[in-house]
């Protein structure tokens, strides 16, 4: 949907090179998060410390990411996606160039946690937030091609990463990781804006001051808009189940017997299937002419149905069937969740929307994984974490019943989306 | 100390073919505390006459004692020799051919690191060595000197080497104070009641130049590349431009066509 202070989405030609752009921020921030797990076991030898301290490096910067997501996107509503990108690439790479001079771990906190975290923050959103706004009709293809950089990006860093620590070290391999993190910014060079002036004009008061755009962050007006506050409740659900396979499937598969090879071969699977999932998901939901959010439901209730019944599966075969199930259906629907929430928003507040939405989901993902394991705990396996986790997500999608026009035909949508568009 | 024994072991072979000539059969015997043992050799005759074969028993290609054994009505014959020392022992049955099993009683093996451990000059590093299964008594740590191998004396020298030894199966050396020197390798030798044995360890030394290089490589690929991007869309929208400028001539020098076409 374009209202008339935006034009209109070229549906091509640049929004490639800004779906290139995404992708590579993509790989850059998510791809490097997820194999960072390298470095985990040189800090714990390094620094001596246990486990669970080292763990909050991460932890920090994931939070920190997620929680910056209403910055990221007041700056970037005021600057334009281009500056704020550009910045959060340098932010990002200057926290692990820093990191790689630690002698502490609170050292790492600082630089990783909270430096490389804001710089996250600022690359993520705004990115997402572009594809949105240069594509209308392929926009779900173009956002599911864009998020599909996580899994390749893990894909290559896993093993590069512990290559850079044999060769040079914890501190050598930071340091190098920091310079392929600086990519961020010839990224967010890519991101060139729609109109020569920025996005100014989708704050009606930004003729006065530059201020209003981050007072904005107090009191969002999507905090009042029914529709985004239903489908943010849908995905803190949603996201409390989603990344438990993540956590504890290695785990679980290690408890029925499987070893460690077999085990982490199971959460490839699931990986190599989420990738599938992110790029057919995308391309389906442009194609069929079935309502967003009725994908987007479908997907998320398959999601939810695979995890609960992934401890049905007690024989190696059945259990990869589940993970991949598991892992195309997650995937699947997480560029239908971004495109999804550009229709209910409206591509004028998408970076506001996405920003928010990041800021809430954390609630969700803090929440996820400690209560599997607490449920894991009390009950001596996984079976009930697993079903818990598969309760979320459907109790998620049906939260997205109750968004309304849900029962519409696609038909009336789409001539609704026309008649916006035509001048 | 006192060298007594803890437990009898009994140890078989496996049974094999005297007729044809197979490799030899081998196996490893790991020691940890002393002990009376037993070695059993067994073998059996694929053919029913019944034959008298030569067993003799030899430590280390020494030959301990030589005897003839018979088949029984199972085809098979056993011949067994009692030790008290580590070694390898072998036992050798001959009649037109010779066959033979060896027992290599050895001390538990440490296992080093198989890769370098690396470093950088100024910081400090912990190397490790472990043996899971069989505590030793002690550790000892060596460093290689040209050929030589050569004690690490970490009580002379406390601000350079400090040996943690909280768990008697884990010793970690931490080596403070990196200098190029210290690129060598590293031995842990662990010490049990029969014997000892060694792992290595190698420490290799950087300095920041090595990773710097990479990097200041990557980044300036960086500055290049969105050198190149701002620059192509300079040019783009240059000839955006000039192509509209163009355009609006165009429509002007029509309008005037039209001007002095209408009368």
């Known amino acids: 949907m374009t209202d008339g202070a935006h034009p209109e989405p070229p549906d091509g030609g640049w929004g490639w090179m800004v779906v290139l752009a995404a992708f590579l921020q993509a790989a850059l921030v998510f791809g490097l998060i997820r194999s960072f ?79 490389s975290g804001l710089g996250w923050a600022l690359v993520f959103t705004p990115s997402v937030a572009s594809v949105a706004r240069y594509f209308a009709k392929r926009r779900t293809f173009a956002t599911g091609l864009a998020v599909s950089g996580a899994g390749l990006g893990s894909f290559a860093f896993s093993p590069l990463f512990q290559l850079l620590v044999d060769t040079y070290a914890w501190r050598g391999a930071l340091l190098v990781v920091a310079g392929i993190s600086f990519n961020l910014v010839a990224a967010g060079a890519l991101l060139r804006p729609l109109e020569p002036e920025g996005n100014k004009a989708a704050a009606p008061e930004a003729g006065w001051l530059r201020l209003p755009a981050l007072s904005s962050l107090c009191r969002p007006s999507l905090a009042s808009h ?98 991949i199930c598991y892992g195309f259906f997650a995937g699947a629907l997480v560029p239908l969740q971004f495109s999804g929430l550009a229709e209910i928003v409206g591509t004028g507040r998408i970076m506001e929307g996405i920003g928010l939405m990041q800021m809430v989901e ?42 309304p026009n849900y029962f519409s035909c696609p038909l009336d949508s789409t001539t609704k989306e026309e008649t916006t568009r035509d001048p | 100390m006192l060298f007594q024994p803890v437990e009898n072991v009994y140890l078989q072979s496996e049974p094999f073919w005297l007729w044809f000539s197979s490799a030899p059969v081998e196996e490893n015997v790991i020691l940890y505390s002393p002990a009376n043992i037993a070695l059993s050799c067994n073998l059996t005759s694929p053919s029913t006459d019944s034959a008298t074969v030569n067993v003799t028993w030899k430590k280390d290609n020494e030959t301990l ?109 931490k080596i403070l104070k990196i200098s190029e020197e210290d690129d060598r390798s590293y031995w842990c030798q662990a010490v049990f009641k029969l014997g000892e044995s060694k792992g290595k360890v190698s420490l290799k030394v950087l300095t920041y130049m090595t990773p710097l290089k990479p990097f200041l490589a990557i980044a300036a690929e960086v500055i290049i590349l969105v050198a190149i991007i701002f620059l192509y869309e300079m040019y783009s929208k240059k000839k955006q431009m000039h192509a509209g400028t163009l355009q609006g001539e165009g429509s002007n020098v029509l309008k005037q066509n039209a001007l002095i076409m209408a009368p």
């Open chain 1, 37 to 115: 797990g390298v470095f985990f076991m040189e800090f714990v030898g390094y620094f001596g410390e246990l486990a669970g301290r080292v763990s909050w490096v991460t932890s920090i910067g994931i939070a920190v990411l997620q929680l910056g997501g209403p910055v990221s996107s007041a700056l970037s509503t005021q600057y334009g996606a281009r500056p704020v990108v550009m910045a959060g690439g340098f932010l990002s790479g200057l926290g692990l160039l820093l990191a790689s001079f630690a002698t502490s771990l609170t050292h790492l906190y600082l630089s990783i946690g909270l430096l």
């Open chain 1, 226 to 323: 029914r529709p985004f506050l239903l489908y943010a409740a849908a995905f803190i659900l949603v996201d409390a189940g989603y990344y438990i396979p993540y956590v504890h499937l290695v785990p679980h598969g290690r408890e029925l017997g499987f070893d460690e090879y077999r085990a982490a071969f199971l959460l490839s699977s699931a990986a190599v299937a989420d990738l599938c999932g992110r790029v057919a998901g995308g391309w389906l939901a442009d194609r069929l002419a079935v309502r967003l959010v009725h994908s987007l439901t479908l997907w998320t209730v398959l999601t939810g149905l695979s995890m609960a019944l992934v401890p049905l599966g007690r024989s190696y075969s059945l259990l990869m069937g589940l993970c």
């Open chain 1, 362 to 403: 954390s609630a969700g993902s803090l929440v996820g994984a400690p209560l599997s394991g607490w449920l894991r705990d009390m009950t001596g396996d996984y079976t009930a974490s697993f079903i818990v986790a598969g309760a979320f997500l459907l109790a998620g999608s049906l939260l997205l019943f109750a968004l």
């Open chain 2, 65 to 173: 004692r030589s005897s003839s054994v018979t088949f029984n009505e199972t085809k098979h014959v056993w011949s067994t020799q009692y030790i008290n020392q580590m070694g390898n022992y072998t036992c050798v049955f001959k009649r037109d051919q010779e066959v033979k099993a060896t027992f290599h009683l050895q001390v538990p093996q440490i296992e080093g690191k198989e890769h370098h451990v690396v470093s950088y000059v100024g910081d400090s590093v912990v190397l490790v060595c472990k043996s899971i299964k069989y505590i030793p008594i002690s550790w000892i740590w060596y460093m290689s000197n040209g050929s030589d191998q050569v004690a690490v004396n970490d009580s002379l020298m406390p601000d350079k080497y400090t040996v943690d030894e909280k768990y008697a199966n884990i010793t970690k050396l």
